[in-house]
């Protein structure tokens, strides 16, 4: 005999329910043996804004009125980026208003391993987006419902399935649609199903890993290069051995950032658009590359046939697709990166590299990494510098996207990953608040700090009702410079300054909407002591807001003009036309 899904869950419990109500409880059980559950940890496995469908299905299995879900309905899948993310778990999110308010890529795009769950109505309307067509370009593999999936006994084996698939090599988002007709049939359900686990990663061949070592032996000028594949897989720990053992210098993506501390010696820190100069140098110059977990993406390259132009190629990526896509290595490796990185170590020999690391501190001393005004609270570099010093390194830094997230990956010292959450590839304003409120879900006790600019703050300046309402440990430091920084910056030297929809003319008074939201706030323009005010700021617990007013000329630099070599990079504003011309 069929029965309500519910009722048999319910029984399973030792509780029957009386409700004839029939919802999403199939899908809620197979979430349950995935461990996504109601109860303390809730925060970190699932995340939505209620309504009808959600409230189907959460508000009657869980017992819960998503006290914490966030305001806006679009912006709960940057809480879902960063919560599981913080704990390298799987998590779940209903998208049926996120993927309509925000648009398809917005919505979904992330790098953690999580669920899409559409819960909504199987309609006919052709105004109504057709989900997974639309979304076929931006998540790892998604679920229709039509024949034979249209049945709630399909759950039973498509959730297991999406798990795995999420969870499986590089880690990625599952959409799944779940019509409401589905989530109100009645099934049998003679056992339930097994958790879906991650597939295990192809092991890279001995005399692949043979002929690396060979390679690295041999080399003179090497340089590792790391991209968030090393914090995903859990590999900065002998990313940093190796690098030590074979004296390697290393670079990292804006993703793998914290995965070698800034202050090691052997760091050269980010490379690309905005890196230091002699850092690009370093690998202009360099022999042989060893990429680890990165893509070669054009903001990390610039002028792809102008990238290390003398040097061999090793990459090792977990994702086949990426190998030989953009730059043809000498080696690829498809497999997971700390599998490789631990079999790989103990090939390598020894080395000290004293000819190569001098060159290397001679471009360092020759080509610096300017910060003007790194004592001033009033500058960026500052405001950075001196928000860092007070913190710890248990602290977690989130940015939105523009000048403000360039600038703190220059300037504030990650030395350990997971402690740094930016959006990359896309580059979505509005993406630090959410993400910080979700990381800060996920690790209580840890300060979350958010850099966001005037523009993208007002993108989610609702969360921050959220944030109060929480009570979440999360402080924004808001770098105001009254426009769309980035965009100015471009239009300034690529443009011939004529600036178009890039300056505001009428801004809001950040500071009274944050106290407006229950929300402390202070003004370090207005602070006697800015210094002191904001670090007794960054110590008071739960949410707040600290405002530091920046120049609207001010730059992030280097950069390196748009189709150009990285060694053609504007280091000072003066020298543009000359240099982007060159």
């Known amino acids: 005999m069929k029965q309500d899904i519910k009722a048999v869950l319910w029984d399973m419990d030792g509780t029957l329910a009386d409700s004839e109500a029939l919802h999403l409880s199939t899908l809620v059980a197979v979430l349950n043996q995935h461990g996504i559950e109601a109860g303390d940890d809730l925060h970190a496995s699932i995340f939505g804004k ?24 679009a912006r709960a899948r940057h809480f879902l980026s960063e919560a599981p993310n913080m704990q390298a778990r799987p998590g779940a999110l209903d998208v049926y208003h996120a993927v309509r308010a925000t648009g398809t890529r917005q919505a979904i795009v992330s790098n953690s391993s999580r669920m899409l769950l559409e819960a909504g109505l199987r309609a006919l309307d052709l105004q109504d987006p057709q989900l997974i067509s639309i979304s076929a370009n931006d998540v790892r593999f998604g679920k229709p419902d039509p024949e034979p999936y249209q049945r709630a006994a399909w759950l039973l084996r498509v959730i297991p399935e999406a798990f795995a698939i999420a969870a499986s090599g590089r880690p990625g988002p599952v959409l799944i649609d779940v019509p409401k007709d589905v989530q109100n049939e009645r099934v049998d359900v003679a056992k339930w199903p097994e958790p879906g686990t991650a597939a295990p990663p192809a092991r890279a061949p001995d005399d692949a890993l043979e002929r690396a070592a060979a390679l690295v032996d041999a080399a003179k000028r090497p340089i590792l290069y790391l991209g968030g594949g090393i914090v995903h897989s859990g590999a900065a720990p002998v990313a940093v051995a190796l690098a030590e053992r074979s004296s390697l210098p290393t670079v990292m993506t804006l993703m793998g950032l914290g995965a070698l501390p800034a202050d090691h010696a052997l760091s050269l820190g980010m490379l690309g658009m905005h890196a230091a100069p002699y850092t690009n140098l370093a690998l202009d110059e360099c022999d042989l590359l060893i990429a680890v977990g990165a893509r070669f993406d054009d903001r990390a390259t610039g002028k792809l046939a102008a990238f290390c132009p003398r040097a061999a190629v090793i990459h090792v990526d977990v994702d086949a697709a990426e190998l030989g896509k953009l730059r043809t290595p000498e080696l690829a490796i498809a497999a997971d990166a700390r ?24 471009l360092k001393r020759a080509h610096p990494l300017e910060m003007p005004g790194a004592d001033s609270l009033r500058a960026p570099y500052g405001l950075i510098r001196a928000v860092a010093a007070a913190l710890d390194d248990d602290a977690i830094v989130t940015t939105d996207v523009g000048q403000h997230q360039m600038w703190v990956a220059q300037a504030f010292p990650l030395r350990r990953p997971r402690a740094w959450i930016t ?27 958010c850099f966001s600019g005037d523009g993208s703050i007002l993108m989610n300046l609702q969360e921050l ?19 769309l920084g980035l965009v100015y910056q471009q239009q300034t030297l690529f443009y011939g300054r004529r600036t178009f929809a890039s300056e505001y003319r009428k801004m809001p008074d950040f500071v009274a909407l944050a106290r407006a939201f229950h929300l402390d706030a202070v003004d370090l323009d207005r602070a006697r002591e800015p210094a002191r005010t904001l670090r007794a700021a960054l110590r008071q617990p739960g949410p707040g807001l600290i405002h530091a007013s920046i120049d609207t000329a001010e730059q992030v630099l280097p950069m390196v003009p748009p189709g150009a070599a990285n060694t053609a990079m504007i280091v000072r504003e003066r020298n543009a036309a000359r240099e982007s011309s060159a």
Request: aromatic share 8%; charged share 25%.
């Open 50 to 73: 209620t309504g009808r469908e959600v409230h189907t299905y959460c508000c009657e299995r869980f017992g819960i009125d998503f006290d914490y879900g966030p305001w806006s309905m």
């Open 339 to 362: 599998d490789v990185l631990e079999r790989l170590l103990p090939r390598v020999r020894a080395r000290c590299r004293p000819a190569w690391l001098a060159r290397v501190g001679e």
């Open 423 to 449: 959006s990359g590839g896309l580059g979505t304003m509005g993406f630090g608040l959410p993400a910080a409120i979700g990381a800060a879900l996920a690790e209580p006790e840890r300060t979350v700090v």
């Open 465 to 483: 009702a959220t944030a109060a309402e929480e009570g979440v440990n999360v402080k924004i430091v808001l770098m105001n410079n009254r426009s």
